[in-house]
């Protein structure tokens, strides 16, 4: 794969973290009984980064989760050494029934991960809503799904691939497109 473009640099997802803060606290009217959910792996970086501007923007902390959507998929791709999922297990720190979940993920494609998420997420409570933020939208959907918060909407070809690089797990701060 070679890379094609960097579309958003260190700046560029600042800048789009910090609209989403404030496009959930509009939408939301504030942060009352809400919980932000980061889908693992890099959701779980991207919710924290949007807890924690929300935090400097609202004065107050909003519940941050985890969630492993491992069990979930309809594809279950990867496997430990005795050909079992890898599981790495949900951690969401409040009761998310009644709440406004804002579930996170770094990029939407087919819709398939957000269904496991959804999937997940009700089977551990029943949320008032879910809503949708991810750092891109790329279009190609396969479920009738869409973002209710998007960082940036980056329409791409089937041959080509979204790579998020987020410091906390890449040690890089970037979005970038790669030809396959």
Not at 150 to 171: C, F, H, M, W, Y
């Amino acid at each position: 794969m070679a890379e094609k473009a960097v579309v958003l640099d260190n700046q560029g997802i600042r800048r789009a973290l910090t609209r989403i803060a404030h496009e959930i606290i509009e939408r939301n009217k504030g942060i009352e009984d809400s919980v932000i959910v980061g889908i693992r792996t890099r959701g779980i970086y991207i919710a924290k980064r949007l807890a924690e501007r929300i935090r400097e923007i609202e004065g107050a902390d909003i519940p941050v989760g985890e969630l492993d959507i491992t069990l979930y998929r309809d594809d279950l791709t990867k496997k430990t050494d005795d050909q079992e999922p890898e599981v790495k297990g949900s951690d969401i720190p409040v009761d998310i029934s009644n709440k406004k979940v804002i579930l996170v993920d770094d990029v939407l494609y087919t819709g398939r991960t957000v269904r496991a998420a959804m999937d997940a997420l009700i089977d551990i409570g029943r949320p008032a809503t879910i809503q949708l933020a991810v750092l891109v939208d790329r279009g190609h959907r396969e479920l009738p799904i869409r973002a209710d918060f998007v960082g940036k909407n980056i329409p791409t070809s089937s041959a080509e691939r979204i790579v998020v690089e987020l410091q906390e797990v890449d040690e890089e701060e970037r979005v970038s497109i790669f030809e396959k």
